[in-house]
């Protein structure tokens, strides 16, 4: 028999250089268990390493929801103490910073609810793909617990400080046309469309320069952080492209006016 726990995962698929991220916890909208939390972080440096994935793509079970953020009846027996709270926190900010420290880019396909830390690992994602029914919210106020500061500093840099304001102070609801107008949504798509939409941008990915992609997500980081330690790894990767097979792959295939054939190496 199929316990509560075996439905509460995060599982992975890998077809041709596409792996695609399914959060799946159908009794409670995809909410996080601790145990799943920990799968996202095991789950993304294993893509990470898998050197057939070029492009992740990470989305809900159904249609109801992207998730709805932690399993808040699990607070009372994982976050009683203080020793607990910094384990379970811990945990939580390497899940939610998975899909920005890895190497390959990642399109968050998102549908229906996006709350709390379901927001937050949408908004480590290089790419955020949402239907029109899409709902956003970071209730943390209504909760009454610490919002951690890396989630803080994702939240202005990518939508600025009012913005993050007006998203977190009082918690409220908003809908994907004005996380669009803030510019956390990237691509708004019709209801239902997110994840083929998703598919079809990481289609195109896929197809694109491995290295220099892996080279531009992070130089991106770099300059949107401005944090000057991660300029001379970003510049490593920049120098390694113009010696790479990929370099002369695709000059060739311009002057030839054919689709380049990119390896990665």
Known sequence: MRTEDDEASITSTVVGHIATVTISNSQRRNAFTFRMLAQISEVFQQLDQAPEVRVIVIEGAGDAAFAVGDD????????STTADEARYMECALAAFNAPA???KPVIAA???YCLGGGMQLAAACDIRICGEDARFAVPASKLGVGYPMEGIARFVNLVGAANTSRILLAGDMFDSAEMARAGFVTELVPAGQAK????????NLAERAPLTVRALKRSIAACASGDADQLSPALALIEQCPRSADFIEGRNAFMQKRKAAFTGS
């Open 72 to 79: 808040i009846s699990e607070f009372a027996s994982l976050r």
């Open 101 to 103: 420290t890895c190497s």
């Open 110 to 112: 998102i549908s229906g």
């Open 196 to 203: 083929p939409a998703a598919r079809a941008y990481a289609a």
